[in-house]
Structures are given as structure tokens and as C-alpha cells.
């Protein structure tokens, strides 16, 4: 009878283990998924921008318009610009793939409509550039301030609207 509830015992207590090991198994888990999605899905509210947030990203040219404040749009320009520089050693030939940074549908069809103006106004600002500045970081952020500052111009001139919130190189290549 003693030797009965020996094997009984034996038998609960390997079955106990067992249960104790998948229970810590989906704890682990329970708290491993937990922590993830905490990571991954939580702290990610977009911060809503102020008029002086706006005029930094621009460049100081303050915001682009009070009424089109919506979401970010990018309007690709339909080719990469290719251009001549000269340069103190030699002539270097500069590739540069070019997006429009604007806010709200309205501003995106306008810029659509005129790609013809935006890519005659960025292909002068482009020209009177030379290959030394090109070289260097300062070069380019400068570059682009004056591309912003020309394409706004001329978008204000036909829409009324500097439409353009910011230009941005998303190719740069110099041969």
C-alpha cells in the first residue's frame, strides 16, 4: 500500500513539471509579445506642427499657405536633371533626381500642373552652380535652399501660392 502511493506521487510530481515548464513557456512568451508590441506600436503620435516649426523648414520663408496645412505629399519630377558643371580641375556632369515636398491635395496638383515651370526654374538654379560647391555637404543643403527659394517664387507668380514646401535630392551623382 505504501509502495501505491509512492508511484502516485511520482507520477503527479513529473506531470506538475511538465505543466510548471509550458506555464513559464507562456509567460515567457505573453511577456516577450507584450514588450514587442509596447516597442513597436506604442509612442509613435505624429507631433502636430507649429507656424515656426514650418518657417524652419522652409527655410525662414514662413509657412506655405494657412489653408493647406494637410498631410505631406511628394510630387516625383518625371526625370532625373542632367547638367554640365564646371569645375577648377575640369567640367564634371551632375545627376540629380529631384522631389517636391507640398502639403495638402490642392498644392499637389498645382505642382503637377506646372512641372514644366518647376523644371525650368530648378534647371537655371542648377546652371549656376560649379562642381566645387557640389563637392560638399554645405554646397548641396545651399543649393537646395536656392532651388526652394526660386521654385516658390515662381509657383507665386502663376498660383498665388508658393505651393512648394521644401525641394529634395533623392539622387545626387557627379562623374
Avoid: C
Wanted: no cysteine; net charge negative; hydrophobic share 45%.
Amino acid at each position: 500500500m505504501a509502495e501505491d502511493n509512492k508511484a502516485d506521487l511520482q507520477i503527479e510530481e513529473g506531470g506538475s513539471k511538465k505543466k510548471l515548464i509550458i506555464i513559464i513557456a507562456v509567460v515567457v512568451l505573453l511577456v516577450a509579445g507584450a514588450g514587442g508590441y509596447f516597442m513597436f506600436a506604442g509612442g509613435d503620435e505624429p507631433v502636430p506642427a507649429t507656424l515656426d516649426q514650418e518657417a524652419g523648414a522652409t527655410g525662414g520663408q514662413g509657412p506655405v499657405a494657412s489653408a493647406d496645412l494637410g498631410s505631406a505629399l511628394y510630387v516625383a519630377m518625371p526625370r532625373p536633371f542632367v547638367f554640365n558643371v564646371p569645375g577648377a580641375a575640369r567640367d564634371r556632369v551632375v545627376q540629380i533626381k529631384v522631389q517636391l515636398l507640398v502639403r495638402g491635395e490642392g498644392n499637389e496638383e498645382a505642382a503637377k500642373k506646372h512641372i514644366p515651370l518647376i523644371e525650368s526654374t530648378l534647371l537655371s538654379v542648377f546652371a549656376g552652380t560649379n562642381a566645387d560647391e557640389l563637392s560638399t555637404a554645405a554646397g548641396k543643403e545651399s543649393l537646395r535652399d536656392k532651388a526652394v527659394t526660386k521654385v516658390q517664387e515662381a509657383l507665386e507668380g502663376v498660383e498665388n501660392s508658393k505651393v512648394v514646401e521644401r525641394v529634395l535630392f533623392t539622387g545626387f551623382v557627379m562623374q
